[in-house]
């Protein structure tokens, strides 16, 4: 492995999951729903697939069928406008949308800022590219993992080549307010910087939190890459369809990149996630009172087992922190779970460079069944 990524190694995502596999115990490490997304969704690809409709290589920008959608979905929920032939770009997932934006932006050497604790495959992306990270650490208060916007002023330094955001953000749930936002935005635009978006979580947002895209601020739309994917709006993680919105000039660029690290991907899942972005309101509201009430389920258990917890806002994963069980070592504390507990977990201390300030707290995943969230919380009673 080179010394760019020889930090790295195996994802956390892997090793907990094989260790859910080889334990037997209730895998809330990994994120991803133990129930499929719309039959009719996976009907279409069905029906794709016996049509021959993308069994060979679809178009390198993506199917416009695809592009047509993701523009609808931006204009009629957000109000912004994208040109389908020249200002949308479906990836192979988001994950390939982050790579690929990274390495088409970053110069070696430039910095690229990003929200800590922050999604792994930021760091591996920001590494690949060559580039230096610079953390800008949310940090809890008053029930809610928050950002410090003079924080991130000073992180800018002449060599800051991007931001890098996720709202709602992964593994805190915590969404960016209005006024967060404005902020971000304000100091882009002051500092002509890029931004990069990860908006993957863009429909789990609860109780009063809103999801607002950073593209939508004053100077933001053509310096703003945005990123989702139907892995979580449509329950298709397996699927890797994801898409970027962005400028022209932008999406030809991170297309640059995307083009050589798998050209197209999965065409007859693009006919299908086409079809799924057309769903009426019902879905997306469905989805999100369902999302909710799993989110209640799991963090009521989590507080009956005696951890403080962070009820999020969005996204779905609730982090919560084990000291008020006599523990502050997340890593030895889901090391241990599966064994003490029957149930995996992921210690947030890995989404961290400040690794002592994300050891007490722990991520579990809530897009499970509920009677599973049940039996998750039955035995992590048992840990008082
Ligand atoms: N960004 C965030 C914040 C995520 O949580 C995830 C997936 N869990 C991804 C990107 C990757 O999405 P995909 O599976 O579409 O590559
Ligand atoms: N995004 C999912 C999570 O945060 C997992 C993605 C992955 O396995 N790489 O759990």
Redesign the pocket.
């Known amino acids: 492995l080179n010394r760019r990524l020889a930090e790295f190694g195996t994802?956390v995502?892997a090793e907990m999951s094989a260790l859910a596999l080889r334990t037997g115990a209730i895998n809330l490490g990994?994120?991803?729903p133990d129930t499929d997304g719309p039959e009719e969704v996976r009907e279409a690809a069905v029906r794709a697939l016996r049509d021959g409709r993308g069994n060979q290589y679809p178009p390198g920008p993506g199917i416009p069928e695809l592009r047509t959608a993701v523009a609808a979905h931006q204009q009629r929920r957000y109000g912004l406008s994208f040109d389908p032939d020249t200002e949308v770009l479906v990836t192979a997932g988001a994950?390939e949308a982050i790579a690929a934006s990274l390495l088409a932006l970053v110069e070696p050497g430039d910095e690229v800022i990003a929200l800590e604790p922050y999604?792994d495959?930021y760091a591996a992306g920001i590494a690949m590219a060559g580039g230096t990270r610079v953390p800008v650490t949310l940090r809890p208060s008053e029930g809610r993992f928050r950002l410090d916007l003079d924080e991130l002023r000073d992180a800018v330094t002449d060599r800051t080549r991007l931001l890098l955001i996720n709202t709602p953000h992964?593994p805190t749930g915590t969404v960016l307010t209005r006024e967060e936002l404005a902020s971000i935005a304000e100091l882009a635009v002051e500092r002509d910087l890029l931004v990069v978006t990860d908006e993957v979580y863009e429909h789990l947002v609860f109780d009063d939190a809103e999801h607002i895209p950073l593209a939508s601020f004053p100077g933001m739309r053509d310096r703003t890459v945005t990123i989702s994917s139907a892995g979580k709006t449509f329950s298709f993680t397996g699927w890797k369809v994801g898409w970027i919105t962005a400028s022209p000039q932008l999406v030809t660029a991170v297309r640059s990149a995307k083009q050589y690290l798998t050209y197209v991907s999965a065409g007859p899942f693009q006919y299908a996630v086409a079809e799924a972005l057309a769903l009426p309101e019902s879905y997306f509201t469905d989805f999100r009172a369902d999302m909710l009430a799993k989110r209640d389920v799991l963090a009521a258990g989590l507080e009956d087992a005696g951890l403080t917890v962070y009820r999020p806002s969005g996204t779905y994963f609730v982090t919560a922190d084990i000291r008020p069980l006599g523990e502050s070592d997340g890593v030895a504390f889901c090391r241990a779970l599966p064994e003490r507990a029957g149930v995996v977990a992921i210690p947030t201390a890995v989404f961290y460079d400040h690794r002592e300030m994300g050891a007490p707290f722990v991520r579990f995943?809530f897009c499970k069944r509920a009677d599973v969230l049940r039996e998750a919380s039955d035995r992590l009673s048992d840990l008082r």
């Open positions: 994802t995502f990994q994120g991803f994950t999604y495959s992964n995943a």
